[in-house]
Structure formats: structure tokens, C-alpha cells
Nanobody, 117 residues
Framework: QVQLVESGGGLVQPGGSLRLSCAAS????????MHWYRQAPGKQRELVAS???????KYADSVKGRFTISRDNAKKTVYLQMNSLKPEDTAVYYC???????????WGQGTLVTVSS
């Protein structure tokens, strides 16, 4: 089975930085685009960033210029570097792979990021 495990969340001050990691297993990692979502309290889960199999990245407008998604296929890991963090970035962040036509849809357990002074 496919498993995604996030790590790296925690409490940071506004303006600070944090790097999230998502380690994948049970899949041919390099075959799939990977995504980071987040869900703040009382809000819908939203797509934050995506990275293609070739490393091309896309971002939500709210994080563009501050966050960077990247992947290391050899390590089967996708990262989210978060800089200039704001209180509104506070959320549980989830790693995701979404390829339903190939029977591959998986979510990590989530890692909590709290931005507060």
C-alpha cells in the first residue's frame, strides 16, 4: 500500500521559516506529481503547491513567492520550504498524490504548522 508521512511542522513566529517533508513508500515515486494541501481551522482544505514529475512547480496565489515545493526522487521525498510565514499560514499541512485513473490516491497524516507570536 501507498503511505505518505509528513514531518517538520511546529510552532514558529511570524516572519519565520519552516521546511516540511513528505516521505513516500509503496509507490514508484518518480512517476507521479505530488501536492501539498493545508486545512486551517474551520476552513476547507486548499491546494498550496504542486510539483510535476519533472520538478515544475505551481503555487496558490496566497503563498507564491514565499513557499517552494521540491522533490528528491532518489529519496522518494517531497518538500515544502515555507518562508516569511504569516499567522494565516497556520494549518494542518497534508502531502497528497492523486492519480485515480491508476488507482493511486493517498494522503499523509498531516503535520501542524502554527504561526504565532
Amino acid at each position: 500500500q501507498v503511505q505518505l508521512v509528513e514531518s517538520g511542522g511546529g510552532l514558529v513566529q511570524p516572519g519565520g521559516s519552516l521546511r516540511l517533508s513528505c516521505a513516500a513508500s509503496g509507490m514508484i515515486f518518480s512517476f507521479y506529481a505530488m501536492h501539498w494541501y493545508r486545512q486551517a481551522p474551520g476552513k476547507q482544505r486548499e491546494l498550496v503547491a504542486s510539483v510535476t514529475t519533472r520538478g515544475t512547480a505551481k503555487y496558490a496565489d496566497s503563498v507564491k513567492g514565499r513557499f517552494t515545493i521540491s522533490r528528491d526522487n532518489a529519496k522518494k521525498t517531497v518538500y515544502l520550504q515555507m518562508n516569511s510565514l504569516k499567522p494565516e499560514d497556520t494549518a494542518v499541512y497534508y502531502c497528497n498524490v492523486n492519480a485515480p485513473a491508476e488507482g493511486l490516491v493517498a494522503w499523509g497524516q498531516g503535520t501542524l504548522v502554527t504561526v504565532s507570536s
